[in-house]
């Protein structure tokens, strides 16, 4: 554009001053030495502009022949270059393919270790790895950690992977501990932290990190009620007061106090350290809700008698059937909450009709303890060894 104005600024200057030229062309005179030169001035301002445009083309022809070296040079590198990289492309293929060493072989012919790029080096490590050589491996991550256009989180959390799957736990940790959470890798850092925790079984660490995961929604709502009771039936294992059982109790949402699954062995400790009150009000808010299995299993084994348990699951024994199946756990619940409070022909009735359908281990215990309680010990006894062999 700048070239395109200048040429119109002469052409206007050259209509302007042409027609006053035309008759008084000026005169240039140059003398030196034994020489003359005589031109008009319109004849000189030709003549140098000639002579710049010629010494132009010169000068470039002179700067080319210098410059044809380097263009060659550089034309062989841009060869070189781009037969590393298909190589480097077929090492990933390579190793897409699970030809690992072929992958490490091509890697090797692809350039010196010390030039490759840093998802070539991961490739090497990957690869390695694969093939069982650890010492390979974590030379190329040595690589990595120190190339230019490395990254500190990349090689972490490679490690940590890799290290996860030799069960090196403890290495694993250690390298996802060293990032920082709040990075744009929180995600895959929080994954990796559950999948070493699980290892570990540290159910304090994943319990911490449930908050994250749900965030994050790595894990969704079914999966994070599924390890939220795993959490807390080890916390349950340990808990020896009922101090203890509320506060874990006091760390769980709504959600997860209506969760039957959850609260299934709650309930049961509460009742076993003997606050049967609390047990019974988490109890009936679930039941209320749905019979669900999980609950009805746990007041099967309850050793106390809780009236307002025994009256509901009473109200809803008319209706236990669902569809051709009987509502096995329910009756069993009802049979054992009926015994604990002494309602011992109801208990039978229930036991007969829950053994009409299934055959347990649970159901002949509480049989056995039926018979106890009726001094019938000739079944009693019989009903124990039913028990003993189905274990």
Request: with cysteine; glycine share 4%; net charge neutral.
């Amino acid at each position: 554009m700048i070239k395109i104005l200048i040429a119109v600024a002469l052409l206007c200057g050259a209509v302007f001053v042409g027609p006053r030229l035309a008759d008084s062309q000026g005169f240039v005179h140059i003398a030196t030495n034994s020489y003359i030169v005589e031109s008009s001035l319109t004849t000189a301002i030709i003549i140098l502009f000639v002579a710049f445009f010629v010494l132009h083309v010169v000068v470039n022809i002179i700067s080319r022949s210098i410059k044809l070296p380097q263009s060659t040079a550089r034309f062989f590198s841009n060869r070189k270059n781009i037969k590393h990289q298909t190589l480097q492309n077929e090492a990933f293929l390579a190793y897409e393919e699970g030809a690992y060493a072929r992958a490490l072989a091509l890697i090797k012919k692809s350039g010196s270790e010390d030039e490759l790029p840093i998802n070539v080096l991961f490739l090497g490590a990957k690869s390695a790895f694969e093939l069982g050589d650890l010492e390979k491996c974590r030379a190329f991550l040595n690589r990595a950690e120190h190339a230019s256009d490395g990254s500190d989180i990349a090689c972490k959390l490679l490690r940590a992977k890799l290290n996860l799957k030799i069960g090196n736990n403890e290495a694993a940790l250690e390298n996802l501990e060293a990032l920082k959470k709040e990075n744009y890798s929180g995600a895959v850092t929080t994954k990796l932290l559950y999948e070493c925790y699980e290892h570990e079984g540290k159910f304090d660490k994943i319990y911490s990190l449930l908050p994250a995961l749900k965030k994050q929604r790595i894990i969704d709502d079914e999966e994070a009620a599924k390890i939220t009771a795993r959490c807390t039936s080890h916390f349950l294992s340990t808990a020896d007061t009922i101090d203890k059982v509320n506060v874990m109790i006091g760390s769980l949402d709504r959600a997860e106090r209506h969760n039957a699954c959850i609260m299934a062995p709650v309930v049961s400790k509460l009742v076993e350290l003997g606050d049967v009150a609390q047990a019974s009000k988490y109890t009936m808010d679930i039941i209320r809700r749905n019979l669900d299995p999980a609950i009805l299993e746990s007041i099967a084994t309850w050793d106390a008698a809780s009236p307002k348990v025994l009256e509901e699951l009473t109200k809803q024994g008319g209706s236990n059937t669902i569809g051709s199946s009987t509502n096995v756990p329910l009756l069993k619940a009802l049979a054992n909450l009926e015994m604990k409070s002494d309602k011992l022909t109801e208990a039978k009735a229930h036991l007969k009709q829950a053994l009409e359908h299934t055959k347990s281990r649970d159901l002949y215990l509480l049989a056995a303890e039926l018979n106890e309680r009726l001094s019938r010990h000739e079944e009693a006894t019989k009903f124990f060894a039913l028990a003993l062999k189905a274990k």
